[in-house]
């Protein structure tokens, strides 16, 4: 890939339980994560996808951009922005920055439902 | 807002975590990650890893008993029903594979304010039974004012 040209389009749609699997694969058994009762509660449209399952979806992405091999992902900085919820498409979408020296930089978001819920993501890889 | 910052600088004991098989598997699982690497021992070691390697993202495995005291410590005073994930960095070295024993310090690198937020930001270092580092993480905290 070409500095300037587009990683390939990951798309995810998270089925009602990702949270609850999310929350038992890593131990963040944060309610809002899981109760959509207590999500409502507290204000929120109801249970919320947990943000570094969305950081896991740009990792993936930018991985699959780099020939698929985990090792190539050497730094990857995020920000959390709007909430995501199941059962609703996730698109991670980015584009070649830099390509130099056996290295790649990309600039990466990921979107629901025209909202940006990892926004300023930028990743950087080694080819090998 | 006005925050305390007399801990910048504060670290928390090393946390040891034993990766399983069956825990980078799961966790592969749950962010829809299929690579037979992540999974299948033999593909896994044909690829040049000691055993199931874990994604990169796995970190935060591993880095949760570390990360717990920290942001949980009242010392810090991190008002949680206020708390946001604002933003996360991590930079990986050497990968991590099953079998492997990770230990985990953190310290709090900064505590500052902007606007009506107070940001309290942490740095992890991983190293592994070798002494090998494996990833090093900046996890910023955000506490809504206002």
């Given at each position: 890939m070409r500095a300037g040209e587009r990683i390939p389009e990951l798309a995810v749609t998270p089925d009602r339980y990702v949270p609850?699997?999310?929350a038992g694969a890593s131990g963040d058994f944060n309610p809002i994560h899981i109760d959509a009762e207590f999500a409502r509660a507290?204000?929120?449209?109801?249970?919320?996808?947990?943000?570094?399952?969305?950081?896991?979806?740009?990792?993936?992405a930018s991985v699959a951009s780099a020939g698929?091999?985990?090792?190539a992902l050497r730094r990857l900085s995020v920000q959390f922005r709007g909430m995501g919820v199941p059962e609703q498409e996730v698109t991670v979408s980015g584009t070649v920055r830099d390509r130099s020296d056996g290295r790649m930089v990309l600039d990466v978001v990921a979107e629901q439902a025209g909202n940006?819920?990892?926004r300023n993501a930028e990743a950087e890889l080694e080819l090998s | 807002m006005s925050v305390d910052t007399s801990r910048i600088g504060k670290s928390y004991p090393a946390f040891e975590y034993e990766v399983g098989r069956e825990k980078i598997r799961e966790y592969a699982s749950a962010v829809g990650e299929g690579a037979p690497v992540h999974h299948d021992r033999e593909q896994a070691c044909g690829a040049g890893f000691r055993d199931v390697v874990a994604p990169p993202m796995f970190c935060v495995v591993y880095c949760a008993g570390a990360m717990a005291p920290a942001v949980l410590d009242p010392a810090i005073g991190i008002d949680f029903a206020r708390l946001l994930h604002g933003a996360?960095?991590?930079?990986?070295?050497?990968?991590?594979?099953a079998g492997d024993v990770i230990r985990?310090?953190?310290n709090v690198k900064d505590i500052y304010d902007k606007g009506p937020n107070a940001f309290y930001v942490f740095e992890s270092r991983s190293t592994n039974q070798d002494g090998s580092e494996t990833a090093r993480g900046t996890w910023t905290n955000i506490v809504r004012g206002g």
């Open positions: 609850h699997r999310y507290v204000g929120l449209p109801g249970n919320i996808l947990h943000g570094l399952w969305g950081m896991a979806q740009v990792a993936r698929g091999d985990p090792r940006q819920i990892i | 996360q960095e991590f930079v990986w070295s050497e990968p991590v594979c985990t310090s953190v």
